[in-house]
Each structure stands twice: as C-alpha cells, then as structure tokens.
C-alpha cells in the first residue's frame, strides 16, 4: 500500500480499534466448555463417538476445519504483520486481535475434547499437518490484504454461526455463537477500514477488489482432505458458493457502494464492471447449486404416507 494511504488511515485504525474495545466483550473459554461430560483418556485407547451420536457428516468436517483453520493463527499473524506492518496503532490491534483469535481454538478443542466429538488422534495430527505446513493466505499487496481479510472474517464469521445452528448440543451451540460474535466484531473493523481506504484511492480499491474478488477463497491449503471436507460442508448447507454469495460477497460490496462509486478512472471502472458480472455469475452457480442440494435432500427424506 502506498505510503500516504498508509498514512491517511493510520488514525482511521485507531478509532476503529478504540470502537472494536469499546464493544468487545470479556468472555473465558472455561466457562463455555461442559466440563461435566469428560472422561478419563487412556494412551493408545481407540476412540469412539458419544453413544446414540447422529451429527451429521458435513457438520463433523466444519468442526474440524474450522478448529485447524483457528490453529493456524501464527501465520496469519505473520502474513498480516508483513502486509500492514508492527508499529502504531496497526501494532497494537495485530496484538489485540491475535489475542483474540486464539481464544477460538482454545474453546473448540477443549469442546470437542470433552464432548468426543472428533477423533482427538486424526484432530492432533491434522494440526500438526495444517501448523507445520506454515500456509496462509499472502495477497500480493497490503490494498488486497485489506479486502482479503475483510470478506473472510464476515465468511468465517458466517460459517462458524451456520455451524451453530446445525448442531444439536446446546453448549456447542453457544461456543460456536460466541466465536462468531468475535469473528463478527473483526469483520466489522475490517470493512470499515476497507471503506476508509475506498474514500483515499477508489480507483486503486476497486482494482485491487476485483483480482481478490475474482480469486477468494477460504484458508485450509494444508487441511488434509480439504476439499472433501468442504464439499460436505455445503452439502451440509453450513457454507457453500451460494452461502458465500448470499451472505458474504454481495452484502460487502453493497455496503462499500462499489456499484455507485462516480469517480473511478477508466481502467477500474472497467474493473468493476468485470468484477460485479463475476459476482452475478457467482449468484447463478450458487443458487443452481443450492436447489440440486434442496432437490438431492428432497429425494433422500423418505415420504409420509
């Protein structure tokens, strides 16, 4: 990012880390996690699901892909201090929000633990495999960090929340919510000072927003199994292309205004254009998607009568 932009919106960050400790709310993660359901583990004993468990497949890989993507904080840390940099008061929300974020997996892992949810063998050895790999995602300028992590703290948001509702255990359902607040609160700081950046240089936004729109895509590269986790996941209805549309990309670039933005040089509004066609196919692909999941579980869902 260009010196001067730099330096216009280094108060900007202030305000918006003055706003985000204003509303963040204190919250322990030993105090969520239903302790009362743990039992002793011996070494080497095989594991074996709760008695009478039926959650279903695509909520089982959400959990464990949200939980390994929360694992892997120190890289996102590091790829964001090298895109904003450590110092002022970019430094001290990097701080901040590190702190916070590891509160994520600290609270999911001891949930899943206590709760025998998750093969806690297969769970510490895809971290192992996800954390030694070191793969974030790294947009190539500090403009497209911004606008990366902006849409993925409000997809994460969004898929830690759906995974909430598809779950039928209360205290795993008030977790997930409360990570969601948290991711939620980020996205906002995030949006915000994407904005800010719109008002410094919306032509160089604007570029910028159409080579990370039309590349996005959710973190888990070193996830093993990764992409069939995430077609369980959508198949799930938990975060799939139509959810991403829905509920991510459209509602973000509305509320940037990208489409009403008068005073764009020839070359980004041209960027626009292309960008806002993207997102309408994204639209078409996802809710065609959608209704062959709708009509696939139409089908499997045996009639009455």
Avoid at 10 to 36: N, Q, T, Y
Avoid at 133 to 155: H, N
Avoid at 227 to 245: F, Q, R
Avoid at 289 to 301: G, H, K
């Amino acid at each position: 990012m260009a010196a001067s932009v730099i330096d216009e919106l280094e108060p900007v960050v202030g305000k918006l880390l003055d706003r985000h400790l204003s509303s963040a709310r204190e919250w322990f993660p030993h105090e969520l996690v239903p302790w009362e359901r743990g039992r002793a583990i011996v070494a080497g004993q095989p594991w074996e699901p709760p008695e009478g468990s039926t959650m279903p497949s695509g909520v089982l890989s959400a959990i464990f892909v949200n939980l390994l993507t929360e694992d892997n904080l120190p890289y996102y840390t590091r790829a964001l201090g090298t895109a904003f940099g450590a110092e002022g008061s970019w430094g001290e929300w990097m701080c901040r929000w590190t702190a916070e974020e590891g509160r994520h997996s600290i609270v999911l892992r001891d949930w899943v633990t206590v709760s025998r949810i998750l093969d806690p063998v297969a769970l510490e050895r895809g971290r192992m495999q996800q954390v030694s790999c070191g793969v974030a995602p790294d947009p190539w300028s500090a403009e497209a960090t911004l606008v990366y992590v902006a849409l993925q703290e409000l997809a994460t948001r969004v898929a830690h929340f759906n995974t909430a509702k598809a779950l039928d255990d209360e205290a795993g359902y008030e977790i997930m919510k409360r990570v969601a607040a948290d991711e939620n609160l980020h996205f906002l700081f995030y949006r915000d000072l994407t904005r800010a950046a719109i008002e410094v240089d919306p032509s160089l936004m604007v570029n910028v927003m159409e080579r990370v729109v039309g590349a996005f895509a959710m973190p888990g590269t070193g996830i093993a199994g990764f992409s069939g986790h995430t077609s369980a996941i959508a198949d799930a209805g938990i975060y799939s292309l139509a959810v991403y549309h829905d509920q991510v990309l459209a509602p973000t670039l509305r509320y940037w205004q990208v489409d009403e933005l008068s005073n764009l040089d020839a070359e980004a509004s041209q960027a626009r254009d292309r960008m806002l066609a993207h997102v309408k196919r994204v639209g078409r692909i996802g809710e065609r998607a959608e209704q062959q999941r709708l009509q696939r579980q139409a089908e499997m869902t045996p009639s009455k009568g």
